[in-house]
């Protein structure tokens, strides 16, 4: 059964990168036909899906992740992350990695981010 675990800084100021990175156990990010993603959910607001990084490496993002970020991955540690750049508190939410074909997913635990100076 597959594992993602979310790590990175809880707190980011304004102005600087966030990196979130999941780690992934259970099963391989370069397994056919998986999809791995970013998604978040702010205070009040519903899931926004931030972008995905495919099986075969190619990358997918919204225009919030386009403009501000990217998602990498190193498949010697089996895992991918989250590069958002130029936080504000706008980006404030809870950070979810996860792992999707079709209209299957499964989820990561979740790690809260806060963006404050």
């Known amino acids: 059964q597959v594992q993602l675990q979310e790590s990175g800084p809880g707190l980011v100021k304004p102005s600087q990168t966030l990196s979130l990175t999941c780690a992934v156990s259970?099963?391989?990010?370069?397994?056919?036909?998986?999809?791995w993603s970013w998604i978040r959910q702010a205070p009040g607001k519903g899931l926004e899906w931030l972008g995905a990084?495919?099986?075969?490496?190619?990358?997918t993002y919204s225009p919030t992740l386009k403009s501000r970020g990217s998602i990498s991955r190193d498949t010697t540690k089996n895992q991918f992350t989250l590069h958002l750049n130029s936080v504000t508190s706008e980006d404030t939410a809870v950070y979810y990695c996860?792992?999707?074909?079709?209209?299957?997913?499964?989820w990561g635990q979740g790690t809260q981010v806060t963006v404050s100076s």
């Open positions: 996860a792992r999707y074909v079709s209209t299957s997913f499964d």
């Open positions: 259970g099963g391989s990010i370069t397994s056919n036909y998986y999809f």
């Open positions: 990084i495919a099986y075969s490496g190619s990358t």
